[in-house]
C-alpha cells in the first residue's frame, strides 16, 4: 500500500531523523546526502 505524503511532512520527518533519530555523524551525513539528492525522488 503506497501513501502521498505532503512535501512538507516528507521534511519533518527528514529533520526529526537527522536532529534525533541518527546516532552518528557519519549516519547523518548518509541521509543528510541521501535527502539533497535531486535524482532520488523518492526522498
Do not use: G
Not at 5 to 11: F, I, N, R, T
Amino acid at each position: 500500500m503506497e501513501k502521498d505524503y505532503s512535501q512538507e511532512a516528507l521534511s519533518i520527518i527528514a529533520y526529526l531523523n537527522l536532529k534525533y533519530w541518527c546516532e552518528t555523524n557519519e549516519e547523518k551525513r548518509y541521509y543528510r546526502d541521501m535527502y539533497l539528492n535531486k535524482d532520488n525522488n523518492k526522498f
